[in-house]
Each structure stands twice: as C-alpha cells, then as structure tokens.
C-alpha cells in the first residue's frame, strides 16, 4: 500500500510518496520532506531534535512524518531556512 503525504506551509505543499504500510520515512525521505541532507537529518537525531521510530529490516533508521515536522520548525530560525528558501 502506498501514500502520499504532504507537508503544508503558506507557500505551497510538497508531496513525497510513503511506501511503508506503517507510515513510516527512512532517512532519504526525510531529508527530502525537508529539503536537507541526509547528514542534516542525522545530526539532528544525534543533537536530540528529531527521535528515530524504528528501523527497517535493513536495519535503516525509520522516522515519523510528524516528529519530523517539528524538527524542521525548531531547526529552521537557527538554520536561517524560510519557507521561500524551501519552496524554491
């Protein structure tokens, strides 16, 4: 079964397809969600912003959409990212 999930913003809304049934992201899309790097997503685990959900049968790191949500927004004043930066 497959998703789409989408993180609004005033700007516009992005859209990133969620194949886990579990509604789960592993790291890659949760740096696309956020339009970061995969090590952003990891520092971010490793300073205490964002929680890993899970692992994968690969032993991947898996995270909630929403817990990733918040990461960005209490990231992003320190980050100097805006919503027209992550629009663009």
């Not at 079964?1 to 509604?23: E, K, P, Q, Y």
């Amino acid at each position: 079964m497959c998703w789409r999930r989408a993180f609004s913003h005033w700007g516009g809304c992005f859209l990133v397809l969620i194949t886990r049934a579990d509604g789960l992201v592993d790291t890659a899309q949760a740096a696309e969600l956020c339009h970061v790097g995969e090590s952003t997503i990891r520092a971010w685990v490793c300073r205490g912003f964002l929680a890993k959900a899970g692992k994968d049968e690969r032993g991947r790191s898996l995270f909630d959409p929403v817990a990733l949500a918040k990461a960005e927004y209490r990231t992003r004043k320190r980050a100097r990212r805006t919503f027209a930066s992550i629009a663009a």
